[in-house]
């Protein structure tokens, strides 16, 4: 599979828009592109394919049997409990892990990874999980990002209200790793991930 770099206009040909719509995207941070020292903006394979698989976009013939992997953001204030879900999920190396320790860092985060799923610490200082989901739905409209929600400690409505803010699923602490591994699985689509 040939993994040279896109341009704005073989972009533009696959998309069949202009090449004004692929810097618009750009642009308003869609779709995820560097720039060459003379000032061109060129986009990797792997971040084209995920702009069209989060977009609900055709995958082009010639990328078809190109292997995306999946990308998951840990958001939880408890260090352990990330080494915990980070070593669950990495079991069957089928997703890319990337953390967050609060709710801002997972606002950066958010933005620079571009993650497929959250799993999500509801109980956190600072800004707390509600706020942090509505912040993924606000930042990804056009976007399924899924959030899994998680607490040692669900208010009385709340999982009924993190469900309602758009999360998939809520999970209590301490998880279950086949049951996190399953529904990561299922709603992510993949495979054979639990072993």
């Known amino acids: 599979m040939n993994d040279k770099p896109l341009t704005t206009g073989e972009i533009a040909d696959y998309c069949h828009v202009t090449y004004r719509a692929v810097l618009k995207w750009i642009a308003n941070g869609k779709l995820k592109a560097y720039r060459t020292p003379g000032n061109h903006s060129r986009v990797k394979v792997e971040d084209f394919l995920n702009f069209l ?14 292997h995306i992997r999946k990308k998951v953001l840990i958001v939880d204030d408890d260090h352990n409990l990330v080494k915990a879900l980070i070593r669950t999920l990495r079991a069957d190396n089928k997703v890319d892990i990337d953390y967050a320790y609060d709710g801002f860092d997972a606002g950066r985060k958010l933005l620079e990874f571009n993650p497929d799923l959250v799993i999500l610490d509801i109980r956190m200082p600072g800004m707390d999980g ?6 993924i739905k606000e930042h990804s409209k056009d976007i399924d990002v899924k959030i899994v929600a998680m607490s040692a400690f669900f208010e ?5 209200r993190i469900m309602n803010i758009g999360a998939s699923c809520c999970l209590d602490k301490p998880f279950n790793p086949e049951e996190l591994l399953g529904i990561v699985g299922d709603l992510l689509k993949l495979n054979n991930f639990v072993q």
């Open 53 to 66: 698989h989060r977009f609900n976009m055709p995958v082009p013939e010639i990328y078809r049997s190109y």
């Open 130 to 135: 509600y706020e942090v989901a509505k912040r």
């Open 156 to 160: 009385e409505d709340g999982k009924e």
